[in-house]
Structure formats: structure tokens, C-alpha cells
DNA sequence: GTAACTGCAAAATATTTGCATCCTT
DNA sequence: AAGGATGCAAATATTTTGCAGTTAC
């Protein structure tokens, strides 16, 4: 199934980078002035999602967010670290940090989702 | 506000207890034999959430687990630790290791929510 | 007896899907 | 031209809330 690149997939795509933070569904919403439709931009993150364009990152909010998370394109495997939400500006942020889990035997991973959720800088 | 030991809350803590694993609110539900109203086992697991007798977690495919954690209840403080999702059997199981992140100066941390999906060892 | 709790219905929130139309390739 | 993508509406799923009646203490 190929892909076209659209102009509502543009203007995420573009959000998105602009951010250098995970948004979600309803930051992109507002970002887009309400003007897109709601279903579309699910189905565009989830296509994205996919295709590992993008990352998607459930907070203990039970939200999903979603991140370009370029320092994962530069190490392609082992994207293995946690977010940062914070709970007063909602900022959702990379931690470089890497982190190695060694599971029990038997075991065999197929996704990592981490999240610590607290007070950030700015806002601390 | 003081807390009345009902029977539905009686008969969801037991659920809990003899899982030994997380649970899903639908499975708790199912276990209920579906004779429970939805609403007040959602009221009952947020209210043992609010009290700190349960455990909240929140997969990677957006729904909410709960758990009794009997480790966390031993170590009372710093019960950092993964939960691990069984993509086949829908398992969610606590793993043992504790885990030590480093915030960047000035974030104040106040939740941890770690999950790793993937394939148990019966199920791989 | 009283305040907390349940059960039901309805509301609020979040996400997906069917379908006709549109637009990229 | 072909078929992937959009936009709208409706469906589905998940969780919360208002309220009247019930029950634990």
C-alpha cells in the first residue's frame, strides 16, 4: 500500500517537528485552528505511527501522545527511554537517558513505553 | 471521609488477590460474572487507587490495569519497578527489578509508569 | 440515624469506521 | 484513470457523573 503525502499529513508532520515535545491528539487539534477533521488526524497519526515515522507514547493519563523523537531516528534500534510529563504545563519530553532492562528467562520484548510524570523545570 | 467495607468492594479485592496479576477493568468485570454494575467497579478501583491499596497501571494499549502489588506493599517507598504485557494471553505481571532514573536538574518527579509488551514465557 | 455506597441512566470523553467524494500519483 | 486519503456522520469504547434508593457502621 503506498503512501501519498497529503496536506493534512504535511501539516502534522510539520507541527510535530516544530514542537520538539510529544503533543497530543488535542495539542496537534489546536495547533491545526480546528480546522481538520478529528478522524483524519487519528488515522494520519496511526498511519504514521505504523510506518515508525512516528512515536507514540501513552501517559499515565491514559492520553496517547505522539513525538518524532529524532534521537531514535539516529539510533534507529534500542529506542529504550522514558518520557517526562509534566503535570502542570503538560509538556511531554524525552529523557536521553538509555535504559536496559534484562527480563526473565523465556521472555521476549517487543515494546518499551516508560513515563514518569511529576513537575518540570520551568514549572518546578 | 471514612471507607465501609462493601460487598462489591470485597468481592473486587478478592479478584485482585487471587489473580496475582494485573487485571483489566473488563476482566474484573468478566470475573464478576457480569453481575456488577460498571460504574461502581470503576468507582471502587479509583477509590482503592485514591488510598493507595491498589496500584494503577496504564498499558501501552491505552487501558488501565490494576494490581495488588504485594512487593510494593513490602517496600512501601520506591516501588519503581516495569510491569510486563503479554501480547497473546493479555497477562500483566510486575517485574521484580527496581529501577533507578536520573531527572535532569530541576524536575521533580511524583509518578513512575513503566511497561514492556512482548511475548511471556508461556506464550513464546 | 447518617453518611458512604450502589445501581441505573445519562453524559462526557476518546477513538474508530462506513461511505461518498476528492486528490495524489 | 486508479486507488489511497479526506471529511462528515455515525458507531464504538471507555470512564465519569447525577441522583434516588440502599446499606454499613
Same mark, same amino acid.
Given at each position: ?36 477533521d478529528r478522524a483524519t488526524i487519528? &488515522?494520519? +497519526? ?6 515508525? $515515522?512516528?512515536?507514540? @507514547? ?6 496517547? =501522545? ?7 531516528e539516529e539510533k534507529k534500534h ?6 517526562? &510529563?509534566? +503535570? ?6 524525552? $529523557?536521553?537517558?538509555? @535504559? ?6 523465556? =521472555? ?15 514549572c518546578s
Amino acid at each position: 500500500m503506498k503512501r501519498r503525502n497529503t496536506q493534512p499529513k504535511k501539516e502534522i508532520l510539520s507541527a510535530l517537528k516544530s514542537a520538539h515535545s510529544a503533543l497530543s491528539h488535542e495539542m496537534i487539534q489546536s495547533e491545526m485552528k480546528d480546522q481538520m477533521d478529528r478522524a483524519t488526524i487519528y &488515522r494520519v +497519526l496511526n498511519r504514521f505511527c505504523e510506518d515508525g $515515522l512516528v512515536h507514540r @507514547i501513552v501517559g499515565d493519563d491514559g492520553k496517547q =501522545y505522539f513525538a518524532l523523537c529524532l534521537q531514535c531516528e539516529e539510533k534507529k534500534h534500542h529506542h529504550n527511554h522514558f518520557h517526562f &510529563r509534566c +503535570l502542570d504545563c503538560g509538556t511531554v519530553e524525552c $529523557l536521553d537517558k538509555e @535504559i536496559q532492562i534484562s527480563l526473565p528467562a523465556g =521472555y521476549v520484548p517487543e515494546h518499551f513505553n516508560g513515563l514518569i510524570t511529576g513537575h518540570c523545570r520551568r514549572c518546578s
